[in-house]
């Protein structure tokens, strides 16, 4: 498939209907219902747009929306429930309070949404705290709410440009659609691996079947350099190292964009430079400005350079940049750094307006000062309806210059319509065989020895354990070394110890003769088994590479992406 054009806006277009907007006012109905597009100077003044040029049809078609529109083009909230009209009573509770309606198409078309995120979490995702529900379950399921989700937003003034449907798919600990679909390692086992075409060809994977599911935006891929021990980025990230990570970033923007799925590198400026969680507090980074810009702002700048999008700023408070200021509402760091100093023009989305530093304001005021700081799309505001209000207010009494939400609204249908050619794939191509292989390809390229004789397999027969709550891990392993040829006995033998995100000393086995990491390593320093290995991941992909190795039939080539305290990056050679 063809790359995502990431054509520049073309600016002689954009100003002229930036100008009549200002002119005209760009004045709507205040009823929320649509209506059909008002008519006014600005759509007779604007030029006949280039069919080719999405940057051109958006400015064209922002010239033809109502203030309504325009606001609603830059929210992209959650909504309750597993399908676009239909939910129980519990979602429709919930969205009430919400938004004030009961279904998620409803919210569509009483806001005129620009898109929506789809939610959920897992045992061990970190993110877990901002999801307040969970509307993703199986791939068919996906694919008849995206279907119905689309059907409410192209009845809108703005319906000619595709809906944006988003979710966090980064896979690892952060994988919000796990049945049905050809799970990735995570990030950090990418970066153990090393190799950006892998990558890339596993992210293609990723976003032809993001896209059969009726998903066209994805936030992902992480671009935060592990340069703390942050539990909250951990394997999320691709490695401490600015340089091979910005490599990565480059790869899975490609992928995810050649497959028609726009990508968002976050979270900028640098969420692994601190090892606070944003979904408690506001994390601060300490270091130098010098020190930002050379170890962490190189893999977003590698993903600009690839094509990403869009970027997702974060409740980040950078000392050096702007002191006491989250960088979701930074003006200094988003048009300042972001901007300026990096050169994105493309869609710069929050992180969660539910989380924590956020919610210092109330729904509208955020919403406005994020807006103003140079977001561009506002993402899970805590209730819908009052940071529309507060969005709507500001623009009429001038406290939020119309010429910034032009610009936001502008970007936001730029993107879409940019998305708008590409075909959806059938739910069929999910899992296929060629999906399948180059993310074992990846998987196996990212298995490391830290520890013990390099290529020599165990002794079985093998006995598989692991810390609290992992018996489907366990049971993988047992299965993928089954069919390596090794045997695997309830107790006795060999013992073969998994531990995982969360885990810590306490969750080591002293008589293992094989520990294996399958998140970070940093667990492995007090270790005492003779051969440490390290997967960072707990995917089927990763389990069938770790068996290989462990049958003594693959050698395991990665390198440990981040330091780990009294052990080499592997034990297998260069």
């Given at each position: 498939?063809?790359?995502?054009?990431?054509?520049?806006?073309?600016?002689?277009?954009?100003?002229?209907?930036?100008?009549?907007?200002?002119?005209?006012?760009?004045?709507?109905?205040?009823?929320?219902?649509?209506?059909?597009?008002?008519?006014?100077?600005?759509?007779?003044?604007t030029p006949t747009p280039d069919a080719s040029d999405p940057a051109a049809r958006a400015a064209a078609l922002v010239g033809t929306l109502a203030d309504e529109d325009l606001v609603g083009q830059v929210l992209m909230p959650y909504a309750y429930g597993d399908a676009a009209t239909r939910v129980t009573p519990g979602s429709a509770a919930g969205n009430r309070a919400l938004a004030g309606v009961d279904?998620?198409?409803?919210?569509?078309?009483?806001?005129?949404?620009?898109?929506?995120?789809?939610?959920?979490?897992?045992?061990?995702?970190?993110?877990?705290?901002?999801?307040?529900?969970?509307?993703?379950?199986?791939?068919?399921?996906?694919?008849?709410?995206?279907?119905?989700?689309?059907?409410?937003?192209?009845?809108?003034?703005?319906?000619?440009?595709?809906?944006?449907?988003?979710?966090?798919?980064?896979?690892?600990?952060?994988?919000?659609?796990?049945?049905?679909?050809?799970?990735?390692?995570?990030?950090?086992?990418?970066?153990?691996?090393?190799?950006?075409?892998?990558?890339?060809?596993?992210?293609?994977?990723?976003?032809?079947?993001?896209?059969?599911?009726?998903?066209?935006?994805?936030?992902?891929?992480?671009?935060?350099?592990?340069?703390?021990?942050?539990?909250?980025?951990?394997?999320?990230?691709?490695?401490?190292?600015?340089?091979?990570?910005?490599?990565?970033?480059?790869?899975?923007?490609?992928?995810?964009?050649?497959?028609?799925?726009?990508?968002?590198?976050?979270?900028?400026?640098?969420?692994?430079?601190?090892?606070?969680?944003?979904?408690?507090?506001?994390?601060?980074?300490?270091?130098?400005?010098?020190?930002?810009?050379?170890?962490?702002?190189?893999?977003?700048?590698?993903?600009?350079?690839?094509?990403?999008?869009?970027?997702?700023?974060?409740?980040?408070?950078?000392?050096?940049?702007?002191?006491?200021?989250?960088?979701?509402?930074?003006?200094?760091?988003?048009?300042?750094?972001?901007?300026?100093?990096?050169?994105?023009?493309?869609?710069?989305?929050?992180?969660?307006?539910?989380?924590?530093?956020?919610?210092?304001?109330?729904?509208?005021?955020?919403?406005?000062?994020?807006?103003?700081?140079?977001?561009?799309?506002?993402?899970?505001?805590?209730?819908?309806?009052?940071a529309y209000d507060g969005l709507l207010a500001a623009l009429r009494d001038g406290s939020l210059p119309r010429t910034r939400l032009v610009e936001a609204a502008t970007r936001v249908l730029t993107m879409k319509l940019k998305l708008a050619d590409r075909p959806t794939p059938e739910l069929s191509t999910l899992g296929a065989p060629a999906h399948r292989k180059a993310v074992e390809e990846l998987a196996?390229?990212?298995?490391?020895?830290?520890?013990?004789?390099?290529?020599?397999?165990?002794?079985?027969?093998?006995?598989?354990?692991?810390?609290?709550?992992?018996?489907?891990?366990?049971?993988?392993?047992?299965?993928?070394?089954?069919?390596?040829?090794?045997?695997?006995?309830?107790?006795?033998?060999?013992?073969?110890?998994?531990?995982?995100?969360?885990?810590?000393?306490?969750?080591?086995?002293?008589?293992?003769?094989?520990?294996?990491?399958?998140?970070?390593?940093?667990?492995?320093?007090?270790?005492?088994?003779?051969?440490?290995?390290?997967?960072?991941?707990?995917?089927?992909?990763?389990?069938?590479?770790?068996?290989?190795?462990?049958?003594?039939?693959?050698?395991?080539?990665?390198?440990?992406?981040?330091?780990?305290?009294?052990?080499?990056?592997?034990?297998?050679?260069?």
């Amino acid at each position: 498939m063809g790359r995502v054009s990431t054509t520049p806006r073309r600016a002689g277009v954009a100003l002229a209907v930036l100008t009549a907007l200002l002119v005209s006012g760009c004045s709507g109905p205040m009823d929320r219902r649509p209506d059909p597009a008002p008519t006014s100077p600005a759509v007779a003044a604007t030029p006949t747009p280039d069919a080719s040029d999405p940057a051109a049809r958006a400015a064209a078609l922002v010239g033809t929306l109502a203030d309504e529109d325009l606001v609603g083009q830059v929210l992209m909230p959650y909504a309750y429930g597993d399908a676009a009209t239909r939910v129980t009573p519990g979602s429709a509770a919930g969205n009430r309070a919400l938004a004030g309606v009961d279904t998620p198409a409803q919210m569509v078309e009483k806001y005129r949404l620009g898109g929506l995120i789809l939610v959920g979490f897992s045992a061990d995702d970190p993110t877990k705290g901002n999801q307040e529900t969970t509307n993703v379950d199986n791939p068919k399921q996906v694919r008849a709410l995206t279907d119905g989700l689309r059907g409410a937003a192209g009845r809108l003034p703005a319906g000619q440009a595709p809906f944006l449907i988003g979710t966090d798919q980064e896979y690892g600990v952060v994988t919000r659609i796990t049945d049905g679909v050809t799970l990735l390692p995570s990030a950090l086992a990418a970066g153990a691996a090393g190799k950006p075409g892998l990558t890339e060809a596993a992210w293609r994977v990723a976003g032809a079947e993001l896209a059969a599911m009726g998903i066209n935006l994805d936030f992902a891929p992480v671009a935060d350099v592990l340069a703390t021990r942050s539990t909250v980025i951990g394997s999320r990230s691709y490695g401490a190292d600015p340089k091979a990570t910005a490599g990565q970033v480059a790869g899975a923007v490609r992928g995810l964009q050649a497959a028609g799925v726009a990508a968002t590198v976050k979270h900028f400026p640098g969420h692994g430079h601190s090892a606070a969680d944003s979904h408690e507090g506001l994390p601060v980074l300490g270091q130098p400005r010098r020190t930002l810009e050379t170890g962490a702002w190189p893999p977003f700048s590698a993903g600009i350079d690839a094509g990403a999008m869009a970027v997702m700023s974060a409740h980040l408070d950078a000392r050096s940049v702007d002191p006491g200021t989250a960088a979701t509402f930074s003006h200094k760091l988003l048009t300042g750094v972001l901007r300026g100093q990096l050169g994105f023009q493309g869609v710069v989305i929050t992180d969660g307006m539910n989380m924590p530093p956020a919610k210092r304001w109330s729904p509208g005021e955020a919403a406005v000062r994020a807006l103003k700081a140079g977001n561009d799309l506002i993402l899970m505001p805590p209730n819908v309806g009052q940071a529309y209000d507060g969005l709507l207010a500001a623009l009429r009494d001038g406290s939020l210059p119309r010429t910034r939400l032009v610009e936001a609204a502008t970007r936001v249908l730029t993107m879409k319509l940019k998305l708008a050619d590409r075909p959806t794939p059938e739910l069929s191509t999910l899992g296929a065989p060629a999906h399948r292989k180059a993310v074992e390809e990846l998987a196996a390229a990212a298995v490391t020895m830290l520890r013990g004789a390099c290529g020599k397999g165990v002794k079985g027969p093998v006995t598989v354990t692991s810390s609290g709550g992992r018996d489907h891990t366990r049971a993988a392993l047992t299965e993928a070394l089954t069919a390596a040829g090794v045997k695997v006995v309830p107790a006795g033998g060999t013992v073969v110890h998994l531990v995982g995100y969360g885990d810590g000393t306490g969750d080591l086995r002293a008589d293992a003769a094989v520990t294996v990491a399958m998140d970070t390593p940093y667990v492995l320093a007090k270790a005492k088994s003779p051969t440490l290995l390290a997967t960072y991941s707990s995917s089927r992909a990763s389990m069938t590479a770790l068996a290989g190795v462990l049958a003594g039939k693959a050698r395991p080539g990665g390198r440990s992406p981040v330091p780990v305290t009294g052990l080499p990056a592997t034990t297998c050679g260069a």
